[in-house]
């Protein structure tokens, strides 16, 4: 395989996972509603389930679901996307603005490392508790209560891994000139890390940031399979 093809390789890769990360995490946003109504309670900011209904519910299902059917380890499963689509939005936007489309794509690879922290931890907890005898639920909730508390360890690997669509955004702006690159799909792409950054686990305003970066990668994507049609 020459450089040629590897080169064209990579940009349609990179094409795909532009397009298949939030759809990903849109399917994942949409597993945590257990109805539609549920999914039209518009709420501002995040508000957990109190710890001793969740552990209480999972103790109970005892695992009986596939392990892919928690919505966590889709999002877990989806974080080589990440990688790939910023690499993607790095290789239109070094053209343009090398610096502002650099940095964007450092802040999204080192964000990617703290949102795997993230679902990693939600993977673990959620499949480690459905293990528990009902017996221990008492030291289950406690356990589940601080461990996903606001401080501490998981309150700074929330923070950074928001680093992550921050570096996505500091991207768009870096396409906003690039020739082939709609200006309307920029701004369709910072729109949606704005709604993941100021909303961060509020389900469905998540939802709906996740349609806005489909609609603003699917310019792009275009853009990358048409780069890797003329190499």
Wanted: with cysteine.
């Amino acid at each position: 395989m020459n450089a040629l093809s590897v080169n064209r390789f990579t940009r349609q890769t990179q094409a795909l996972a532009l397009m298949g990360l939030p759809v990903l995490w849109l399917l994942m946003f949409a597993l945590h509603f257990r109805s539609l109504a549920e999914f039209f309670v518009l709420r501002l900011r995040y508000v957990p389930l109190p710890a001793a209904d969740k552990v209480t519910h999972l103790i109970a299902a005892q695992n009986r679901w596939p392990m892919i059917h928690d919505p966590h380890m889709i999002g877990y499963l989806s974080l080589p996307l990440l990688v790939l689509a910023a690499f993607g939005l790095y290789s239109i936007g070094r053209r343009e603005n090398p610096a502002l489309a650099a940095l964007g794509v450092s802040l999204t690879v080192i964000g990617c490392i703290y949102v795997g922290g993230v679902f990693g931890l939600f993977t673990a907890l959620t499949r480690g508790i459905g293990d528990i005898d009902a017996r221990y639920s008492e030291g289950a909730i406690a356990t589940y209560a601080a461990v996903t508390a606001d401080h501490g360890a998981y309150g700074l690997t929330r923070v950074l891994a928001e680093l992550a669509l921050l570096g996505i955004a500091v991207q768009a702006a870096a396409l906003w000139r690039a020739p082939g690159i709609p200006r309307w799909a920029t701004v369709a792409v910072a729109a949606g890390c704005a709604l993941f950054l100021a909303f961060w686990d509020v389900d469905n305003l998540m939802f709906v940031g996740s349609l806005c970066l489909i609609a603003g990668f699917i310019p792009i994507s275009m853009e990358l399979r048409r780069q890797s049609a003329e190499i």
